[in-house]
């Protein structure tokens, strides 16, 4: 039996962690989306889409990528220097919520205008502008929590914000319907804020007294290759805000509404692996930053990681995805079901292009990561729209994988071009086995007998969690533990 570098084990145990807390997470946001489709229905899903979206545009252009270079700043440096700059950050992050929350809160008769094509939700945006700024501290405590390698803490930071927001979600949306909506997104920013810092105390950080000049400096630090990542941060939000606008405008309140429900499957459903990725590779990546070896191994384990365990859970996704609708939402979601299909087997090769993606990030190379994601999302937006003109809800799921596979395709040849990072034979094997699983289930979907076609799903999820697990017990030594933990 083979068993390969601590790397492996690091993946494993970042992703149980956060697996674990993202399975509350899902759990918690199963219920709210629940209690949202009952309570607010299709079209309260939409302006809570609407919202969120707006929410998130001005986020991204008031953070000035501080949630990605503070990061990489306070996992890189010192430890004797990380509580000084741990303590500038959040004053950065207090500064920036502010302007963002005066931005909405000044624009918001203009913003109503161009979601709705009315004025009647200005209050809306109103309060929501209360959101930016606590979602703006929460992050600057999150930023700290991650940049320490505190990935405890910051788990249960995610958990108990998510709990915690249940039950007030809840209720407000039975009291004041659509117009809780609002509400509900202030008071999940406010609990995660209060729960974030609750956390951040218990570091005991040392007090520093600094000047304006030194806050100057940091801020230029951060600020300075921020500049690019806020720009692909706006672009990026402002591309899923155009397409839920043109969404609403062609088909309407309530096909926004299922867009939503529809990419809020596909992401709690795969979230746990990409909350790992963000939250744990990414610093890791960042200390081995300057070592081209180091980073080539580091990517090649994180892709092939995450490949070897998503696979399955698509697989089972899609024989299932009737009932996982029907069960989460209602039967008036079902015209999902064609979005979902195609956009959870983008996730795949979402997991590939983002481990290879986070190279530019830990490289600092900024500006060249503003030129891919340029590049990316304008083919995102063509492919979305394209496949929606032609093909509803479903030619968006369409969309979002053929975006996906050419995104892989693009981000390969940069960094291959500019870092000479490659693919070992380890993941080429794997990848082309799991591209297996997925066309036969994808031409599962055309086979008339039901009977046979049952039969064959039954066997492709087998094989595929078989695999997984004799994969992961050559590389881990996964049954020799079980067998010791017995």
Not at 37 to 44: D, M, N, P, Q
Not at 73 to 88: C, G, N, R, T, V
Not at 226 to 255: H, K
Not at 339 to 345: A, V, Y
């Amino acid at each position: 039996m083979k068993i390969e570098s601590n790397s492996y084990k690091q993946i494993l145990k970042a992703t149980s962690l956060f697996g674990g807390v993202q399975s509350i997470t899902i759990l918690v946001s199963i219920l709210k989306t629940k209690a949202a489709a009952l309570l607010i229905g299709v079209s309260g899903l939409g302006i809570f889409g609407v919202l969120m979206s707006t929410l998130n545009f001005i986020q991204a252009l008031t953070r000035c990528g501080i949630d990605v270079t503070a990061v990489k700043e306070i996992a890189s440096s010192e430890k004797d220097e990380q509580p000084k700059l741990a303590k500038l950050v959040g004053t950065i992050v207090l500064i920036t919520g502010v302007i963002g929350a005066l931005v909405i809160l000044v624009s918001s008769p203009v913003l109503s205008l161009l979601a709705f094509s009315d004025a009647s939700y200005i209050s809306f945006f109103v309060i929501v502008s209360i959101a930016v700024l606590f979602n703006q501290l929460a992050t600057g405590n999150i930023v700290i929590l991650q940049g320490l390698r505190s990935l405890k803490r910051l788990a249960k930071v995610i958990a108990f914000s998510s709990v915690l927001s249940l039950i007030p979600t809840i209720a407000i949306y039975y009291f004041f319907e659509e117009k809780g909506i609002p509400w509900v997104i202030v008071t999940t920013a406010a609990i995660s804020f209060f729960v974030s810092s609750y956390y951040i105390k218990q570091l005991k950080l040392r007090r520093f007294k600094f000047s304006l000049g030194q806050l100057k400096e940091t801020s230029k630090t951060l600020l300075k290759p921020g500049i690019y990542l806020s720009l692909a941060s706006i672009m990026t939000m402002a591309i899923g805000y155009i397409l839920q606008i043109y969404v609403a405008n062609t088909g309407g309140v309530d096909e926004v509404g299922l867009y939503n429900a529809g990419f809020a499957l596909i992401h709690s459903y795969v979230a746990v692996f990409f909350s790992a990725l963000s939250k744990d590779f990414f610093p890791r990546l960042s200390e081995v930053s300057q070592d081209s070896h180091m980073v080539n191994k580091t990517v090649n384990e994180q892709a092939y990681m995450l490949l070897l365990l998503i696979t399955p859970l698509i697989i089972i996704f899609l024989a299932l995805k009737p009932y996982i609708v029907t069960l989460l939402y209602s039967k008036d979601f079902l015209p999902i079901i064609g979005m979902i299909t195609f956009g959870i087997l983008s996730t795949a090769f979402k997991s590939v292009s983002w481990s290879m993606g986070f190279i530019l990030l830990a490289k600092g190379d900024s500006k060249l990561y503003f030129i891919t994601e340029l590049v990316s999302q304008l083919a995102l937006l063509t492919l979305v729209i394209v496949g929606y003109q032609f093909y509803g809800l479903t030619g968006i799921g369409i969309g979002f994988l053929v975006y996906h596979i050419l995104d892989l395709m693009f981000i390969k040849w940069i960094v291959t071009k500019t870092y000479r990072f490659k693919f070992n034979l380890t993941f080429n094997r794997l990848f082309f086995v799991c591209l297996f699983q997925f066309i036969i289930m994808v031409s599962l979907f055309y086979m008339e007998n039901n009977f046979v076609k049952y039969i064959i799903m039954i066997l492709v999820i087998l094989f595929s969690m078989c695999f997984t697990f004799y994969k992961l017990n050559t590389h881990f030594g996964l049954l020799d533990r079980l067998k010791r933990g017995s």
